[in-house]
């Protein structure tokens, strides 16, 4: 059977990584949310085939027509990795309101429900399957301040993640999430830029993590050489303590 990855989120600095490090021979389905031209240029460079697909998150609609794309033109994917989330903002709880609260809920949380309740039957009568579901070094200790609406939504994933891992360990799917510390991307451009220095500072190794440094924790969970290893969360924070 041949493999089909399917990446949401993929016009991320961390998706587009992910999709330049494939090595294996796949399928890459690259779902992105306003802009493809990331990906198109990519795609020039990459030996696996690239499909973009575009959907909003927020639109229930919007997704399981994606999903349904998919499935009538493409297949089951049997590698998912899902990497959407909302900008991550200083917000103190004072001043979030429930919208901030319901808008991470349905970016990341309601679409990796509704993503794994369609494949993931599918995937247990082919007894096989991967998912890697990105959470934050936040949910591995004390988190920051000023964060509980981006916090509660990981702890929340990381939930999913073990409940699912527990429910489809036993046909041949395995369930994983990987957790960073500070990550320099894009998704930073709301956070202060001294509070970035100072998360650099603090670090044992003297800096951020780079898209580079999550990748490779990535692949290890969606390859075969990880058939063990089910319902884990993987720090990847340079050492850090929190």
């Known amino acids: 059977m041949s493999n089909i990855l399917l990446i949401i989120g993929a016009s991320s600095d961390i998706g587009l990584e992910l999709i330049k490090s494939c090595e294996e021979k796949c399928l890459i389905i690259a779902h992105y949310n306003s802009s493809n031209q990331k990906l198109l240029d990519l795609k020039k460079n990459i030996s696996n085939e690239l499909i973009t697909l575009k959907a909003n998150l927020e639109s229930e609609n919007e997704l399981k027509e994606l999903l349904a794309e998919i499935e009538t033109n493409y297949g089951i994917p049997n590698k998912i990795v899902h990497l959407a989330a909302s900008k991550i903002e200083n917000i103190r709880f004072k001043d979030v309101t ?4 319901e808008k991470d809920i349905t970016v990341s949380l309601k679409s990796i429900v509704i993503i794994l309740s369609r494949f993931l039957p599918a995937l ?10 990105m959470l934050s070094s936040y949910v591995t200790g004390v988190p920051p301040k000023a964060l509980a609406h981006y916090t509660t939504i990981k702890y929340a994933l990381l939930g999913l993640v073990k409940s699912l891992a527990s429910e ?3 046909n041949g799917i395995r369930i994983n999430a990987v957790s960073p510390s500070m990550v320099n991307t894009k998704f930073l451009s709301n956070i202060n830029e001294k509070l970035v220095e100072i998360s650099a500072h603090n670090n044992p190794m003297k800096r951020n993590a780079m898209p580079s440094d999550i990748i490779p924790a990535i692949n290890l969970l969606l390859g075969e050489d990880a058939g063990y290893i089910n319902g884990v969360n993987l720090p990847i924070t340079g050492g850090s303590v929190l």
Not at 98 to 101: A, I, L, R, T
Not at 124 to 133: F, P, Y
Request: glycine fraction near 24%; aromatic fraction near 18%.
């Open 168 to 170: 489809y360990g036993g």
């Open 124 to 133: 247990a009568k082919e007894k096989r399957g991967s998912v890697v579901v």
């Open 98 to 101: 429930w919208g901030d609260f």
